[in-house]
């Protein structure tokens, strides 16, 4: 069993900035893959960032992209997001979210594809 502590979000203004981080304790060498999702009210969880732990490689939806990073820390098993630029779309509770599976590919994105979950943490952008 692989258990994730997501923290960092709150409230910000149009352009600016937050981390969120993701700790993850237990079976964390049975992780491949580990993501970011986010979910704003009356919509679908949606894939925000992945990276896979083997090699560091990256995932991001096109909304996030070149404003969002993703990265790892191996030593403290910690998982990072880095969110710049942010916009009222950005708005929702975001996820933290760990997968077992060696391949996912463009499936990193997808999240029935992960079995481990954190707590939502909520980010709010102001116009």
């Known amino acids: 069993q692989v258990q994730l502590v997501a923290s960092g979000g709150g409230s910000v203004q149009a352009g600016g900035s937050l981390r969120l981080s993701c700790a993850a304790s237990?079976?964390?060498?049975?992780?491949?893959?580990m993501a970011w999702f986010r979910q704003a009210p009356g919509k679908e969880r949606e894939g925000v960032a992945a990276?896979?732990?083997?090699?560091?490689?990256?995932f991001y939806a096109d909304s996030v992209k070149d404003r969002f990073t993703i990265s790892q820390d191996n030593a403290k098993n910690t998982l990072y997001l880095q969110m710049n630029t942010l916009n009222p779309e950005d708005t929702a509770t975001y996820y933290c979210?760990?997968?077992?599976?060696?391949?996912?590919?463009?499936?990193?994105?997808?999240?029935?594809?992960?079995?481990?979950w954190g707590q939502g943490t909520q980010v709010t952008v102001s116009s």
């Open positions: 979210a760990a997968a077992r599976s060696i391949v996912l590919g463009l499936r990193a994105l997808d999240p029935s594809q992960y079995h481990y």
């Open positions: 237990g079976d964390t060498f049975s992780i491949y893959y």
């Open positions: 990276i896979y732990t083997g090699d560091g490689r990256t």
